[in-house]
Every structure is written in structure tokens, then in C-alpha cells.
């Protein structure tokens, strides 16, 4: 079965460059959540989609932006980057917006990212 | 706050005891309490998740308990194995004021089941 997409799976970056992050959800699910890990923590809300629009924004800071496309996969931007934003960065997706009803978040298998 | 409570944070069984982990929430809406476990350096994968209008599920040697009034919800494994080593999620499923559910993770519990 199709699962959920990330790219890249590992990605190095200096400090104050950028990088996008890629997720392509499950076919026919129209959410996507994106959520930052930082080593031995617990994953962070970060931003989710439902049909393309902006369902809800958790603690992003104002140097990511991220958007879904016609197609539903989404793209998470990181500017300037910081020692601090080394993570593993996981994308999700679900099909509708009421979890209860629709059942599991089904994660991607993460992208890496280190800042140098 | 947003958090979820979870403890313990570490714990330590022999193979074949049972192992219980706690959260607590805070939102008396929320509705739907899924468990996650994460093996190093990999995706948060869902063993099994309650949904506020049952007390109980059990899924083979895994089950989950919620307590609607103390805002409480266990994770109970029996009969634990080395292969159950890993971090444990519990989360609740949190609605936010656009009318949609988000997924709170709680800090996470290291289980060690040695042989």
C-alpha cells in the first residue's frame, strides 16, 4: 500500500542558508500535518493543511512558510536556518479533518535535517 | 496549556512482565487518543488508539483505558518482549478553533525490556 512520501530523507545545511522539505500524502487523503523532532523529544505541531488551505499553524517560526499544491503534496521552507531548527521532520496525512471519525495519522518516514 | 502528561519517562521491565504507561489531558473536549511507538531514528508508527465513547480496547497483548472524567488514558502491555523496546507516544486528538483536530504528542516513554 502507498504510504506517505518525504524528500529529502537527509539533508545538511550551513546556518542562515534554506531548505524545502517535500511530502507527497497518501492518495485521497486531504490533510497534511508537518511536525519537527528534535532529538529525544517529543514530535511538534507544527502547520497542517485540508484541501490545500491552511487548517492550522502551531509553533512555526516565522522563518518557515509551507504550502499545499493542486496535486495535495505539500512543501515546508526553512530560511535562515539555526543550529536549533536540527530535526527530523516528519509529514503526515489523513483523510479528513476529524480524527475520531477517520481514524490514524499515517506519518512519512521523516526527513533529517542538519544544521552545520 | 497544550502539553500531555505522560510518565513514566522510563521504564525498565523483564521480559514476559507487564508495563503501564500514564497521560493525562487537559482538554475536556478532546475525543480521540491514539498511542504511538518510535523506534530510533524512525517514523511514529500508531499500535492502537480509543475513542471518547468506549472505556476499554484491547488489541492481542496491548490495551488502552480512558478516563473521560479524570482526563486520564493508560497503555497496557502484557506479556512484554525485547521487540517492545522503543519510545511510546501516547497524544490527544485536540480540536483547534478552525474546527479541525491535531494530533498533541505526549513526552514520550523509554521502555527497556530485557531478556
Known amino acids: 500500500a502507498a504510504g506517505v512520501i518525504q524528500s529529502p530523507r537527509h539533508l545538511i545545511k550551513e546556518k542562515r542558508e534554506t531548505a524545502t522539505l517535500k511530502c507527497y500524502p497518501i492518495?485521497?487523503?486531504?490533510?497534511v500535518y508537518w511536525y519537527q523532532q528534535g532529538p529525544g523529544q517529543d514530535p511538534q505541531f507544527l502547520i497542517s493543511f485540508y484541501e490545500k488551505m491552511q487548517s492550522d499553524k502551531g509553533s512555526i517560526p516565522d522563518r518557515f512558510s509551507a504550502q499545499q499544491f493542486s496535486d495535495y503534496h505539500s512543501e515546508l521552507n526553512m530560511s535562515s536556518l539555526e543550529l536549533g531548527d536540527s530535526a527530523l521532520y516528519f509529514c503526515?496525512?489523513?483523510?479528513?479533518?476529524?480524527?475520531?471519525?477517520?481514524?490514524?495519522?499515517?506519518f512519512g518516514e521523516g526527513s533529517r535535517l542538519t544544521v552545520l | 496549556g497544550e502539553n500531555v502528561e505522560q510518565h513514566p519517562s522510563t521504564l525498565s521491565v523483564q521480559e514476559g512482565d507487564s508495563a503501564v504507561i500514564k497521560c493525562t489531558y487537559s482538554d475536556s473536549a478532546s475525543n480521540y487518543f491514539p498511542w504511538y511507538k518510535q523506534e530510533l531514528g524512525k517514523r511514529p508508527q500508531l499500535i492502537i488508539d480509543?475513542?471518547?465513547?468506549?472505556g476499554e480496547k484491547k488489541d492481542q497483548r496491548i490495551a488502552v483505558t480512558l478516563n473521560k472524567t479524570a482526563k486520564h488514558f493508560s497503555l497496557h502491555i502484557t506479556e512484554t518482549q525485547p521487540e517492545d523496546s522503543a519510545v511510546y507516544f501516547c497524544?490527544?486528538?485536540?480540536?483547534?478553533?478552525?474546527?479541525?483536530?491535531?494530533?498533541?504528542f505526549g513526552t514520550g516513554t523509554r521502555l527497556l525490556v530485557s531478556p
Open positions: 480509543i475513542r471518547s465513547n468506549v
Open positions: 497524544a490527544e486528538g485536540k480540536a483547534m478553533n478552525t474546527g479541525f483536530q491535531k494530533l498533541v
Open positions: 492518495p485521497r487523503h486531504d490533510t
Open positions: 503526515a496525512s489523513s483523510l479528513g479533518r476529524f480524527l475520531q471519525n477517520t481514524g490514524e495519522l499515517f
